[in-house]
C-alpha cells in the first residue's frame, strides 16, 4: 500500500503509478502465518497494470519479488525466504485490526493505522 500519494497516469489503456513508498507486510515462508512471524518493511514501488491486476517488483535483502496490490500479495503478507535489516515485527493491534479489516485483494477498514504507523517508524 502506498503511504505517501503517488502519481498516477495512463499510458494509453494501461494504468500506471511512479515508484512512490509502499508498506509491504512480509512472513517468512518456514514460519506460521501467525502474529509473531509478521513483520513490514518499506520499499519504493511502481506498479503498471498487467491484465487486471497492478503488479511490480521490489527488492528484498539480495533476491527481487514480485509485488501485486495492497501490501504487496493482494492483500495478505509477501512470503519471503529471509528478512531484510530494516523489517519491523508488526504490531499485534495492527495485525489484529488487518486480520478483521475486512479487506480483500486489497486493504480494509485497517489502511489509515497502517499508514499512521508506517509513516512513523520507518525512514521515507
Given at each position: ?6 502519481h ?23 514460519g ?17 497494470q ?60 485497517e ?14
Amino acid at each position: 500500500m502506498y503511504i505517501r500519494g503517488s502519481h498516477r497516469y495512463y499510458r494509453g489503456s494501461e494504468q500506471c503509478v511512479t515508484r512512490a513508498p509502499f508498506l509491504l507486510l512480509l512472513q517468512l515462508r518456514d514460519g506460521p502465518c501467525s502474529p509473531e512471524n509478521t513483520f513490514a518493511c518499506v520499499r519504493k514501488v511502481a506498479l503498471r497494470q498487467l491484465g487486471h491486476w497492478m503488479m511490480g517488483r521490489t527488492r528484498i535483502g539480495a533476491k527481487w519479488y514480485s509485488v501485486s496490490g495492497s501490501y504487496g500479495s493482494d492483500g495478505l503478507p509477501m512470503t519471503v525466504d529471509a528478512l531484510p535489516k530494516d523489517a519491523k515485527p508488526l504490531p499485534r493491534e495492527l495485525y489484529d485490526a488487518w486480520n478483521k479489516g475486512g479487506g480483500w485483494n486489497g486493504c480494509g477498514s485497517e489502511a489509515s493505522a497502517m499508514r499512521d504507523w508506517a509513516i512513523v517508524n520507518f525512514t521515507l
